[in-house]
């Protein structure tokens, strides 16, 4: 994938702090805040707005007002109004398509600068109404009189009046991603000791990254509008003082009696936005930029929703490896999605056995072991908060810095979504 | 064909195009010989056959009509040939009222004054639904009147209350509210604007539509309202009395133009249109030649004058492009700016401030103005929300890498200036212009901590800084002349009239203030009382009393500068010694509810305890009104004078400017300058001699003013004296130190 000169380089990534459901982005949309974390990238970056081509980004949980975001960002933050801009989406995993998304285009020579990113709120949310109450509405406004109306709206019961708010629950199968997580913690034996000492190793690694400044300059602080009566500086989530005796105490969430997957262990509802700044490897180096790094390859994987929903790391990574022709050793960090506990040590399992792999992957080898010094080495999802689009791009910003500060060269990034789907990007600093 | 700038397109549905396009000008006015053209033109299509309706429009990209040519207004020397020009305008537009074949005003863009005249006199109207189409009549801002039959056609058209509100405040009306009051009939997009004004005008061929009868009428909650007032005597009456009754509270009696409008209409209203036409051109040339009238025109010239300064004096010289802004401390000032740089001016803004919660105060303030216009509804909310993104704040340089100008409203403290131009030459760019919004601090000192003091420069905004109009440039002897035409640029770009002035304590504006303001703290030692100071300078013109301005300014941060003041100019700045007092007894006036005046809910006026303080009774004899007047004017006058002599100012005009748009100094007066020129040198020159006798050397006269007593200069017009020639014996031209 690397091409002579046509790497895809990362100039700048930025995120807002992210913030726990209802807390101080209560009243923001998921486009306020993409708005938020675009602008404020664009006046740290010495970038010529007229430079930027294409804009890719996306949120999970969809806006009916703008169903667009990425050309309602170019609108509002005054960037050239003749900016192309489209939205994506791939659940949990939507800010790597973005950035995918720039990346080939950069490659194939279309661009050579473009934004990507993602941005989710849990606390403003496309509120719908029941099935039978959407038919009765539509069905209204092709009345002809008061009483053709009254009649359509006579049929109702007081259930359909009942607000519907956006499912959790996979469309295909019905469960719910922490029944999946549920099932999977039961299905390879992960105990609730081994779930609660990896949130809690979580928590207390977010928590020291930023007691030791790691995050000041990859996140914004919010002047929260309209009102700007506060202002949040840093993730809200992260327990500063973590310890492993609270996560015990915790009741289990999906399986009251026999379940080991609680609140403790689990990614919360988070708000939050994120960017990244993507030029070609010749522009950026003409312009003299300090890059973060590079994108060396990338994959995407799929699986049978009904198995191991949330396997997906362990069918992307071997793929995003092998392009770039490398392997696990050779990897200086990883950086995997912590939807739960349950998921993340189901999937270090797979990495680490050959059956797995020879079973799922018709692969003879393993795909790699975990060294846990490398691993998610300044906290996750669990406790740095998990605003679905924008978590992609959050972690490579945060693997890239934390790749300098190591003096290394290779990482890992890697994701579960919904609908068993599983998306992987291999890193470089050089 | 082809007429002095009106064409006559006929189109093959016998509807004849008349488009004015004046060559050479940016808009159309109209000029002397807009009779002849308008005649000769309207003859050719009354006589053509073919032509069955007329649509009049402008061939200019956005605009109408602008109005009257004011040159040609102001070359009318008496009375008589005023009158003769607007009766010779009323003919001209009763000709196109009268006109046999329908005629259809397409409007785009402004029409003002003898424009919307224009409109009026046609049959109908159409307007685009374009933001830059907008409907008025100014002329009463010109210190006139509308001579072109508005004063009539006006009334007639929209009613009585809604007419005499257009024409004494000269507000303009955008198409939508232009629609609903009946000014215009129809809004449409400017790319159906003709033929929609066609098909309007061949539907009245032949049938002239009657007015709506008593009935339509009644139906109209409006048209009810305006039936009790206008149409019937009684409430006639009420109807110009409270009108007048308003007008008074606002202009006391010195604008002549107003009362003169609601005569006329009046007239019209009682005695017919053709009585009020003759009114209307009797008024007109009366005006035309009052020295209102000239001192407001002379400040329109001013300031359309202003707006092709670059601020320097080569012509080589040019503005740089400005893309970011730097903004450092987020006070009512620092977030005042912001707003008018990204808001108006439309450049992104960066605004730091020490804290989080400092950032917060100055994007609610930007906030709060952009919601005001949403509640106005001149921004929708996206709209709102994409402007505010405009400011992004931060409590660190971050982000001000790539500022072209960055301003600076910290707290006026002279190291904590310097600290800023070293920490934004620190992280900024090699050629990043610092700005100083500091109104005492000299501009030379802050510069002096610069390593490139040739960028560093003063913008001095007022309060509240988005809707006082004057932005005072100061500029060092080591300033660029790219940095000041770069800021001037950028300061008309946010809607300002721009002045520059060359560095020096208190600059113009707050140098000529301070006497002023000290001569009524002398007035109320000498126990005048405080509403009696106030309210003789309300009646000569200036909106807020100086007593009550003390308050508002703060009694401390008047005291404040008037020691700075009398460290750098001497014993005429001085302050009376009570006002010492007031700073003890705590009195710092609005900001802490303690001052001159009252400032609680239930009681208001002044706060006679206050009297106590300085240790004097309040005696209503003695001084008249008259006495105060001209004690406080003409030290405001004396002193700009003195910056004039010094060359603080590179023009009168620029002083004049400056004192009526910064600072309120009676419009009608038409500033400092002209009002010396029109008292008379010699006059003003024996006032303050004789001032100078009873109450000592604060009044001793400008040397420049001597000089032009003495030569029978002026400080405009052919024979004017040029600035900085007279610096004379007692004033300094180097700022002093210590401030």
Not at chain 2, 61 to 89: C, N, P, Q, W, Y
Not at chain 2, 102 to 114: D, R, S
Not at chain 2, 479 to 506: E, P, R
């Amino acid at each position: 994938m690397e091409s002579n000169g046509k790497r895809v380089a990362v100039v700048a990534g930025l995120r807002t702090p992210f913030a726990k459901q209802l807390s101080a982005f209560r009243e923001l949309s998921a486009l306020d805040l993409a708005n938020l974390v675009v602008s404020e990238m664009l006046q740290r970056v010495d970038v010529d707005p007229n430079e930027i081509q294409q804009v890719v980004y996306g949120q999970v949980a969809p806006s009916l007002q703008a169903p667009n975001i990425a050309r309602e960002i170019v609108l509002a933050t005054g960037m050239p109004k003749s900016i192309d801009a489209y939205s994506v989406s791939r659940a949990c995993a939507t800010s790597y398509q973005s950035t995918v998304n720039i990346a080939e285009s950069i490659m194939a020579g279309a661009i050579d600068t473009g934004i990507a990113g993602g941005a989710d709120s849990a606390s403003v949310l496309p509120i719908s109404v029941s099935t039978r109450l959407a038919e009765a509405l539509v069905a209204a406004t092709k009345a002809r009189s008061i009483g053709e109306r009254a009649q359509i709206f006579a049929g109702l019961r007081p259930r359909d009046l009942v607000p519907v708010p956006p499912a959790i629950a996979e469309f295909s199968t019905g469960l719910s991603m922490g029944e999946s997580a549920e099932k999977m913690a039961k299905e390879n034996h992960v105990s609730r000791k081994a779930q609660d000492e990896f949130a809690h190793r979580s928590h207390s690694l977010a928590a020291k990254a930023w007691a030791e400044g790691k995050f000041d300059d990859e996140v914004m602080e919010v002047f929260v509008p309209d009102r700007f009566k506060e202002s949040i500086r840093e993730d809200n989530l992260i327990r500063k003082n973590s310890e492993l005796e609270g996560y015990a105490k915790l009741k289990p969430a999906f399986d009251r009696k026999h379940g080991t997957v609680t609140a403790g262990n689990s990614s919360p509802l988070t708000d939050g936005a994120s960017a990244l700044l993507l030029m070609s490897e010749d522009k950026a180096r003409a312009h003299g930029f300090d890059v973060l790094g590079f994108i060396r390859s990338y994959a995407f994987a799929a699986l049978d929703p009904a198995g191991q929903l949330l396997m997906g790391p362990s069918y992307a990574t071997p793929i995003a490896l092998d392009r770039a022709g490398i392997k696990v050793s050779d990897l200086d960090l990883i950086d995997m999605h912590e939807a739960f506990a349950a998921q993340i040590l189901s999937n270090t399992q797979a990495f680490e056995s050959k059956e797995w792999s020879e079973k799922n992957l018709g692969r003879s080898e393993k795909i790699g072991d975990i060294d846990w010094d490398k691993f998610n080495v300044t906290g996750g999802s669990l406790s740095i908060g998990h605003p679905f689009a924008a978590t992609g791009a959050r972690q490579i910003t945060q693997t890239l810095r934390e790749l300098k500060r190591r003096d290394g060269n290779l990482a890992l990034c890697t994701a579960c979504a919904a609908g068993g789907l599983g998306a992987a990007m291999v890193l470089e600093a050089e | 064909m082809a007429n002095e700038g009106l064409t006559i397109e006929k189109r093959d549905d016998g509807v004849a195009i008349i488009r004015m396009d004046i060559p050479g000008e940016p808009m159309n006015t109209l000029k002397s010989n807009f009779i002849d053209t308008f005649t000769e033109v309207y003859d050719a299509v009354e006589n053509d056959a073919d032509v069955k309706a007329i649509v009049f429009t402008s061939g200019k990209k956005d605009s109408f009509i602008a109005g009257a040519d004011i040159t040609m207004l102001e070359a009318v020397e008496t009375a008589e040939d005023g009158e003769r020009l607007a009766l010779e305008g009323h003919k001209v537009m009763n000709r196109i009222e009268n006109f046999p074949k329908p005629v259809v005003a397409a409007i785009h863009g402004v029409a003002l004054g003898g424009g919307l005249e224009t409109a009026l006199a046609c049959h109908a109207r159409v307007a685009s639904d374009n933001k830059k189409t907008q409907l008025g009549l100014p002329e009463a801002q010109l210190g006139l009147l509308p001579g072109g039959g508005g004063t009539q056609r006006l009334p007639r058209q929209v009613g009585v209350q809604p007419a005499l509100d257009m024409m004494l405040t000269g507000k303009q009306i955008p198409a939508k509210k232009a629609l609903k009051m009946g000014l215009v009939d129809d809004v449409v997009p400017e790319s159906i604007l003709i033929e929609t004004a066609a098909e309007l005008a061949l539907s009245r061929v032949g049938n002239r539509p009657k007015p709506d009868s008593f009935i339509q009428q009644l139906r109209d909650k409006e048209a009810v309202t305006e039936f009790a007032l206008s149409k019937n005597p009684v409430g006639r009456k009420i109807l110009f009395d409270q009108a007048r009754k308003q007008l008074h509270k606002q202009t006391r009696g010195n604008y002549p133009a107003q009362d003169l409008i609601i005569d006329i209409v009046k007239t019209g209203l009682e005695d017919g249109f053709e009585a009020g036409l003759a009114a209307e051109a009797r008024g007109f040339g009366r005006l035309l030649i009052s020295a209102e009238a000239a001192n407001l025109m002379s400040i329109f010239f001013a300031t359309t004058a202003l707006k092709k300064d670059t601020g320097v004096d080569d012509p080589e010289v040019k503005p740089r492009e400005i893309k970011k802004v730097g903004m450092l401390g987020a006070g009512l000032m620092g977030a005042g700016i912001a707003y008018v740089t990204s808001a108006i001016a439309k450049i992104p803004v960066r605004l730091k401030d020490r804290d989080a919660d400092g950032v917060l105060a100055g994007l609610r303030y930007v906030r709060g103005i952009i919601d005001g216009r949403v509640k106005r509804k001149r921004l929708s909310d996206r709209q709102a929300d994409a402007l505010m993104l405009q400011t992004t704040g931060s409590t660190s340089f971050q982000g001000f890498q790539d500022a072209d100008v960055v301003i600076e409203a910290v707290f006026e403290d002279l190291s904590l200036k310097e600290q800023m131009v070293r920490a934004v030459e620190e992280v900024g760019r090699d050629d990043v212009i610092f700005a100083s919004n500091t109104s005492s601090l000299p501009i030379t000192k802050i510069a002096a901590a610069s390593k490139h003091p040739e960028t560093v420069i003063g913008m001095h905004y007022f309060s509240p800084v988005h809707k006082m109009p004057l932005l005072e440039i100061i500029v060092t002897d080591q300033t660029a002349d790219w940095v000041t035409a770069t800021c001037v640029a950028l300061g008309k770009k946010q809607g300002k009239h721009v002045i520059v002035v060359k560095d020096g304590v208190g600059f113009y504006t707050s140098r000529v203030l301070a006497p002023m303001m000290g001569e009524a703290a002398h007035l109320v030692a000498e126990g005048v009382p405080i509403e009696k100071i106030d309210k003789a300078m309300l009646n000569w013109g200036f909106p807020v009393g100086p007593i009550k301005l003390t308050d508002e300014v703060g009694i401390d941060v008047g005291a404040k500068v008037g020691k700075i003041m009398v460290d750098a100019f001497g014993e005429r700045m001085s302050q009376p010694e009570g006002m010492s007092r007031l700073i003890e007894d705590e009195r710092y006036g609005r900001k802490n509810g303690r001052g001159f005046y009252l400032y609680s809910d239930k009681k208001k006026g002044v706060d006679e305890s206050v009297y106590d303080v300085l240790g004097v009774k309040p005696d209503n004899k003695g001084v008249s009104d008259e006495d105060i007047a001209w004690r406080c004017a003409l030290q405001f006058v004396n002193e700009a004078c003195r910056c004039f002599g010094e060359g603080i100012l590179r023009s009168a005009r620029d002083g004049d400017i400056g004192a009526v748009f910064g600072l309120g100094f009676p419009p009608f007066r038409g500033g400092p300058f002209r009002f010396v020129d029109q008292v008379g040198a010699k006059e003003v020159l024996g006032r303050l001699r004789e001032l100078e006798k009873q109450l000592g050397p604060r009044f001793s006269p400008a040397p420049v003013l001597e000089e032009i007593a003495r030569s029978g200069q002026t400080f405009h017009g052919p024979d004017a004296i040029q600035p900085g020639q007279s610096k004379g014996s007692h004033s300094q031209n180097e700022p002093r130190a210590n401030a």
